[in-house]
């Protein structure tokens, strides 16, 4: 078992706020995405109010940014959740619902087995990754690295 788990932030300005009807399509899908990440092989934690979404919870200044965040044991199940079936038909669709952002949106980083971030540590990760790019501490699926333990056991052989 390994002792690192994969954390990843994103976040979006949404074109309107959450109860605006151009964030319909958006929000009516949530709960079921939410539900798929939850039943998802390798699928450790999310970042939640008591909602049950995390789109209450203030990341910033700018009321229209919505972050999400969690945890995943590894890379690939991670990267399957996000790029196959339900997941990958609502990113599709994404332009409709979230504007650009300045800098990335999307940060990846390995994290001690059992610990759960928090949102200033995943602020602090995006902030790495825009100010040095990918990474072994901040990095994006492009161009990622693997677990501290792995990359030790390179140099070593």
Do not use: C
Request: hydrophobic share 45%; proline share 5%; no cysteine.
């Amino acid at each position: 078992m390994s002792h690192w788990q994969l954390a990843q932030l994103n976040i979006g300005r949404a074109i309107a706020p959450l109860d605006n009807p151009l964030m319909a399509g958006f929000t009516e899908q949530l709960d079921a995405i939410n539900q798929l990440a939850e039943q998802s092989p390798g699928f450790i934690w999310r970042l939640q109010s008591d909602s049950g979404n995390a789109t209450d919870i203030s990341y910033d200044a700018d009321p229209l940014i919505i972050a999400n965040m969690s945890v995943w044991a590894s890379l690939e199940d991670l990267q399957r959740y996000v790029y196959t079936g339900e997941h990958l038909a609502l990113l599709k669709q994404r332009k409709a619902w979230f504007g650009n952002i300045d800098g990335p949106a999307l940060v990846l980083w390995w994290i001690p087995a059992g610990h759960i971030p928090t949102l200033l540590e995943a602020k602090a990760a995006l902030e790495l990754l825009r100010l040095n790019g990918s990474t072994q501490h901040a990095f994006t699926f492009a161009k990622s690295f693997p677990t501290y333990e792995t990359q030790q056991l390179h140099t070593v052989i």
